[in-house]
């Protein structure tokens, strides 16, 4: 009970049941397929589904841009989890050591922020509503910042900038998050929703393992904080880029997404 174990994984618990409950009081449908036999078993294969989530995809640019993005937002954000913890052992070892703060104390704090900011971008989004029009802004202006914040991030000797950065970096993934969610729902057919996102999220997902792989050696051999912030740079340097995407800018346009995918 010394260290606080038990009560984390209490708050754990009780915040995963929270969830449960949510979802049981939530009506979330589920679509028809419009290939089930009479029986109602499904004619496609599992690979055969996979394969029309793909290609739904790959026929529609702005779409796969989109998925590309979210790559590079993970490939930013995945090391974070080894690097941040190496950060405040050495690179803010100076600072919370003036302030009095234990290692534990400030990764705590950081964590905090971080989670606080979440909270907050969640209750924005989702209080205001979101982008009617021109969504993809949604998406980039918010990574645009998120890759800056984490270039102060990883840059920072002082404990509170970095919090500070952890807490406005984090407040803005609930909000691109919405935005991209909001797109993918809107052009994507009900009863195809579940191949197209599991191939979407697998695609985004896929470069995370490497990503934290290779970031966190390289952080354990030169600066963990010049490797997350290079990490960051990259980030808003390519969101700065699909700013100009022709592609990705349509992407809100359904008409021309659809005429696209015909072609």
């Not at 078993?41 to 290609?55: F, K, M, N, T």
């Not at 970095?162 to 969610?181: E, T």
């Not at 197209?196 to 600066?223: E, K, Q, Y």
């Not at 346009?253 to 015909?262: E, N, R, Y």
Request: aromatic share 10%; net charge positive.
């Amino acid at each position: 009970m010394g260290n606080g174990t038990p009560l984390v994984i209490t708050i754990d618990a009780l915040t995963f049941f929270l969830c449960t409950a949510v979802l049981l009081l939530v009506h979330v449908p589920s679509p028809t397929r419009s290939d089930l036999t009479t029986g109602g078993r499904i004619e496609q294969s599992l690979w055969a589904d996979v394969r029309e989530g793909a290609i739904y995809i790959r026929h529609r640019p702005p779409l796969l841009w989109l998925v590309v993005t979210f790559s590079v937002a993970n490939l930013a954000l995945a090391p974070a989890g080894v690097i941040i913890p190496l950060l405040v052992k050495f690179n803010l070892a100076a600072d919370r050591t003036a302030r009095g703060y234990t290692f534990e104390t400030a990764l705590a704090l950081l964590g905090v922020a971080g989670g606080v900011g979440g909270i907050i971008g969640g209750l924005l989004v989702t209080t205001w509503g979101g982008l009617k029009r021109k969504r993809v802004y949604g998406v980039l202006v918010p990574m645009l910042l998120a890759g800056v914040l984490q270039v102060v991030y990883g840059f920072s000797p002082l404990v509170l900038v970095s919090a500070v950065a952890a807490f406005f970096g984090a407040a803005m993934h609930p909000v691109l998050n919405a935005h991209s969610q909001a797109i993918w729902q809107s052009y994507t057919p009900r009863e195809l929703q579940g191949r197209v996102f599991s191939i979407r999220r697998l695609i985004a997902w896929a470069v995370m393992p490497v990503s934290t792989a290779s970031a966190g050696g390289l952080a354990g051999v030169l600066d963990p904080g010049y490797v997350f912030a290079s990490l960051g740079l990259i980030w808003a340097v390519f969101c700065t880029a699909q700013l100009f995407n022709p592609y990705l800018l349509r992407v809100d346009d359904k008409a021309w997404l659809d005429g696209v995918s015909k072609q």
